[in-house]
């Protein structure tokens, strides 16, 4: 594998070639932020967090996808992508029900942490205040899609994962939800393994341990991470 | 089957042409219009007067000024008649042996016909569609007996890029160019897609184009199959189509049939098949990466390009997308030969555009016009203006993604570079007619409302900001925004339009972002109705009212 | 220098932020020393004075007193700073928001759960009707800085409070800003 020279930020850095923009950043200390992305699921490039400017383009790519090239310019923080990212947090509050306060992963959620780095201290649009719904069919697990940002990383995590293939996208636009197998209950579903994965993998609250209360959920992300570098890396440090 | 063959079906085709020939729309327009009813009408009469030996009622396709459907034509005296009922169809008939007809008559020596060209729709409304013959006696196939014997793939791209050809679903690559990037690009596999999902509001063309003409699709994917290396072609048809699938599916099995597709075409090593996906109804899967998700049974949202479908489209192979209107012009680009096409049009746009006249114009229907063609000769001359008196105030193109041109513009040749100069752009054709009584705010709010509606909802922008846009403008509208909130839409605009995924959310925010453009006036009026503090009058109606 | 003219004022909340107020104990002390309070619920004090310096909301837009009296409010204070979630983003009390109106809780509240006598309380003019629509504080009137927090904790009170006696611009950034 041939290795490629760009510039991020200012900092020339080396990275092989079929490496993202985004990997070739972490590599170089250059934190770019994400919100659907996931170590060891695909991409996604649905959030738009990562969003980077390259030189001698217009168009604004997603680190996540957008593969380093020779020479490439890189800008990660600029005035714009800044405020587009604030943005960005902003339409996803106000296109859900998120009350931090009275959340399970309130203290724990990337979405909330990611409107404390884009500085949001108020929200600019309108609320939009959805009718949506609360499923605690299943005996471990329940999901508030009142609090689902849509970021598919559960979908992913059961598919890639685990191979279940359980979640999936139903509907459109503003009423896409996520579903179990074919929009049944949870708790019903014949292909869920119970396993865990998608409460890991998700960034809010919204798919939940049963019996957890406010602020008191921790999602052990790092388990994610272990199964991962297990079964790409063959690497099993715990 | 061979170019013999070919000759032989022609010259059977025409021995068998009787002396006068009643074509009858049958295209969707003329249909709802009830056409059916008054094919039979003309059947049945030419039966009872004994004429089936010297006359022929024909089923044909879009005769283009679908507003006074259904049109009905006498041929060789051309004698064009419209809003033809079942009851007055029999006339026609009548008429031929010397009866009054009191069928209604339409001046085919008026403008809206003589204006026009003929490329894309030459067949169009002449022939049978759902008769290959009716296609093979119009020199249909031979385009491609000529490029599988007599061409190399490479000498058939070529011929496409001397054209000047350039995509006509809207942005205007180049087709030659996209051509030989996946005929360049490797593969075990190659494919050829029809992109067949026509969804703009006010847009029409492709389903006229397959249901007037289908024979003409296939053979250009054929050819194209055969320059860039596919033996596979898919046609991605919208379902909300469902007489253009009809048509697809007729044409395909009659082209399996007398072996033009399929295995070894024309006695050459040449395979060709092509399998017709149907859309669910979603916009989106216009996209040509959610339309390719959609043909591999996933569910259709986009994914980010790089990597294009040239490179890495069905099934990871290299894919060839074009739109239906595209490969209608291949075949004459072979037999006409690509001087004959770079002589129509303009410098950098060739060729001619088939535009679907909507809206507050005269004569509305199908209009094909070499590219570079003033705006106003299409809307005024060929459009007859707006009705009733009116002026035009501004014509839409581009659907959704477009924007609008203010009358001040008319003169403005319509070609690719020349639309995007005025933030507009060509797109696959509609074209919407404004009048003095529309409101500019209601018609981005009305395409605003298409673009949330459609969205897929996989990246925020589109599917969050296109609510918010929405909300804005039906606020602007109702007059109870203030200036804050023109400023948080145009914000919010250009956010939506650089940060979405894929050209749905890309585009949404043109349609406001050009009547803000060019008529911020009508934006600022609604805001000064509005008034200072206006917007502090919330939705603070109290519950409590409704005791009980 | 002058005292600054500090008010507090407490609408569709739960008091919690107020109690965080509190909270900050002793350093109250050092407070008085720097600032006057002029108006807060926990003074005994009716009418919302003039020119005051910086008032802190607590609470959403719940009710029509909320409304008018956030308008008295606004129009008598240089600074108007939203004071904790519910007046930030509406909160807990916008709760109600996505079922659709106010009725659907009062019915609950008033007519299914009550043993005895269940009716709609209706006292015009002595019990405020209910907003359709529980609003943000800046939904209404402008708005200059926000304290987010549910509650704000007492360290991110008194780093406001310090930054409006010293007459410096209000803005919070990084944790100081979490919701919830």
């Known amino acids: 594998m041939s290795v490629t020279t760009l510039t991020i930020d200012g900092k020339l850095i080396s990275a092989s070639q079929d490496e993202t923009i985004l990997d070739a950043a972490r590599g170089a200390g250059i934190q770019i932020p994400t919100l659907c992305y996931v170590d060891g699921l695909s991409a996604h490039g649905g959030c738009r967090l990562c969003l980077v400017e390259i030189g001698g383009s217009s168009r604004l790519q997603p680190a996540c996808f957008m593969k380093v090239a020779e020479g490439m310019v890189v800008q990660t923080d600029t005035e714009k992508l800044r405020e587009y990212r604030k943005m960005i947090v902003e339409l996803l509050f106000a296109e859900g029900n998120h009350v931090c306060s009275i959340c399970v992963a309130n203290g724990n959620c990337e979405l909330q942490t990611q409107a404390m780095d884009v500085g949001m201290d108020h929200e600019r649009l309108d609320y939009t205040y959805p009718q949506r719904q609360v499923d605690l069919s299943h005996e471990r697990f329940g999901i508030d899609h009142n609090r689902c940002i849509l970021c598919t990383r559960c979908v992913r995590a059961c598919d890639e994962l685990e191979g279940a293939h359980t979640w999936d996208v139903a509907g459109r636009g503003s009423n896409s939800k996520v579903v179990t197998d074919l929009n049944q209950p949870w708790g019903d579903s014949p292909t869920c393994t119970s396993c865990g994965k998608c409460f890991m993998a998700c960034p809010t609250g919204a798919i939940f341990k049963q019996g957890a209360t406010v602020a008191e959920m921790d999602h052990h992300r790092a388990k994610l991470e272990f199964l991962v570098n297990a079964r790409e890396k063959k690497q099993w440090h715990v | ?548 | 220098m002058a005292r600054l003219k500090l008010a507090t004022v407490w609408l569709g909340g739960c008091s919690g932020c107020h109690m965080s107020f509190l909270d900050l104990d002793e350093w109250l002390i050092d407070l008085a020393q720097l600032a006057d309070i002029v108006f807060t619920p926990i003074m005994d004090r009716k009418v919302y004075p003039e020119n005051v310096d910086a008032v802190l909301v607590e609470g959403a837009i719940a009710n029509e007193d909320h409304f008018e009296f956030i308008q008295d409010v606004r129009e008598r204070s240089k600074l108007l700073i939203s004071f904790g979630d519910c007046a930030v983003t509406g909160n807990v009390t916008a709760f109600r928001n996505p079922l659709g109106s106010a009725l659907p809780v009062l019915e609950r509240s008033y007519l299914e759960l009550p043993d005895l006598d269940p009716h709609l309380p209706v006292e015009p003019g002595i019990v405020p009707r209910l907003l359709e629509r529980v609003v943000p504080v800046h939904a209404v009137v402008k708005v200059d800085a926000y304290l987010p927090g549910c509650p704000p904790p007492p360290d991110r009170i008194r780093l406001a409070l310090e930054t409006l006696v010293a007459g410096k611009p209000l803005e919070l950034h990084g944790k100081d800003i979490k919701f919830g």
């Open chain 2, 1 to 548: 089957m061979e170019l013999s063959d070919l000759h032989d079906i022609a010259a059977r085709e025409r021995a068998n042409r009787p002396p006068v020939e009643i074509r009858c729309c049958s295209a969707a327009g003329c249909v709802s219009s009830n056409s059916p009813a008054v094919l039979e009408e003309l059947r049945g009469a030419v039966q009872s007067a004994g004429l089936q030996d010297r006359v022929k009622v024909a089923a044909v396709g879009c005769m283009r000024l679908c507003c006074q459907g259904p049109l009905v034509q006498t041929v060789p005296d051309g004698a064009l008649y419209q809003k033809v009922t079942p009851e007055s169809a029999p006339s026609i008939i009548a008429g031929l042996q010397g009866g009054q007809v009191t069928a209604e008559r339409c001046d085919a020596a008026a403008p809206f016909f003589t204006q026009q060209a003929s490329v894309v729709l030459e067949n169009s409304g002449k022939i049978e569609p759902e008769r290959i013959e009716a296609y093979i006696a119009v020199e249909g196939y031979h385009a491609l007996h000529h490029v599988l014997r007599e061409m190399t793939p490479a000498e058939v791209i070529q011929t496409i890029t001397r054209s000047g050809l350039r995509g006509r679903g809207g942005a205007g690559y180049p087709t030659g160019v996209k051509w030989a990037t996946v005929a360049k690009n490797p593969g075990e596999r190659k494919y050829v897609v029809c992109n067949a999902d026509e969804g703009d509001p006010g847009a029409f063309m492709n389903r006229s184009v397959l249901e007037s003409d289908p024979h003409r699709v296939l053979e250009g994917m054929a050819i194209a199959g055969y320059a860039v290396g596919a033996s596979q072609g898919y046609i991605y048809c919208r379902g909300e189509y469902p007489l253009a699938i009809e048509r697809l599916q007729k044409a395909i099995k009659q082209a399996n049939q007398r072996g033009l597709l399929g295995t070894d075409i024309f006695a050459s090593p040449f395979d060709f098949r092509i399998d017709i996906r149907i859309g669910a109804g979603a916009f989106v899967c216009g996209e040509e990466t959610a339309l390719m998700a959609s043909i591999m049974g996933g569910r259709g949202t986009p994914t980010p390009r790089p990597p294009y479908p040239a490179e890495k489209g069905l099934w990871e192979m290299p894919t060839l997308l074009n739109n239906v209107e595209t490969f209608a012009n291949v075949a004459a680009i072979i037999r006409r030969g690509p001087e004959w096409f770079a002589g129509i049009g303009t410098e950098r746009s060739k060729g001619t555009k088939v535009f679907c006249l909507t809206g507050k114009v005269v004569n509305t229907g199908l209009v094909e016009v070499p590219l570079g063609t003033p705006l106003r000769r299409i809307v005024e001359d060929i459009g007859g203006g707006a009705p009733d008196g009116g002026t035009i105030k501004a014509v839409q193109t581009g659907g959704p993604s477009g924007g609008c041109i203010p009358a001040e513009f008319l003169d403005t040749p319509v070609d690719y570079e020349s639309l995007a100069k005025l933030g507009s752009i060509m797109g696959s054709g509609g074209m919407i007619v404004m009048d003095q009584t529309t409101n500019m705010v209601d018609v981005a709010r009305y395409f605003m409302e298409f673009c949330m509606d459609e969205s897929c909802g996989k990246c925020v922008p589109c599917r969050a900001g296109t609510v918010q846009l929405h909300r804005l403008l039906s606020r602007i509208l109702a007059a109870e925004a203030g200036p804050e909130d023109m400023q948080r839409l145009e914000a919010l605009c250009q956010m939506v339009r650089d940060t979405s995924l894929c050209g749905l959310g890309q585009t949404a925010p043109n349609p406001t972002l050009s009547t803000i453009h060019y008529f911020r006036a009508e934006y600022e009026a609604l805001l000064q109705k509005a008034g200072p503090g206006q917007r502090r009058r919330l939705p603070l109606v109290a519950a409590t009212d409704n005791s009980r």
